[in-house]
């Protein structure tokens, strides 16, 4: 992936994050309910009939907004990184896929495909994001 494209792609994640409702509207939101009843995520399948699947939440993750990339393969469009092929660039510590050359789990250089270390990029934004799985 060029830097170009990858500039293009990190501007469309941060544009659908910022839809995105926040922690705290969550809160908000979620207080004035049943605090005993069971919790389903609902997501669109993707087939034809646009089913609506529902989920169970298992656990909720503080991650970055580097571990999530764009995705041919997802019907939302965005994919959590570690589901990404197209990352390029990979930490050697904490063996993930990575769209940014400094590992922001590890804090770490990552490396090419090539195994060759990639030179330092200042320019990614990045925030946390909560992921519920
Ligand atoms: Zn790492």
Redesign the pocket.
Known sequence: MTSRSRERSRENIHRTLQNAMTVRQLIERLEDLDQDAPVLFACNYGDYHNTMQTLTIDDVDEMQSTDIAESAYSHSGLALIDDNEDAGFY?P??E?ERTTAT?P??N?RCVTEDGLPVEADDDDEVFMVVVIR
């Open positions: 930490c510590v904490c993930s590992c789990k590890c770490c």
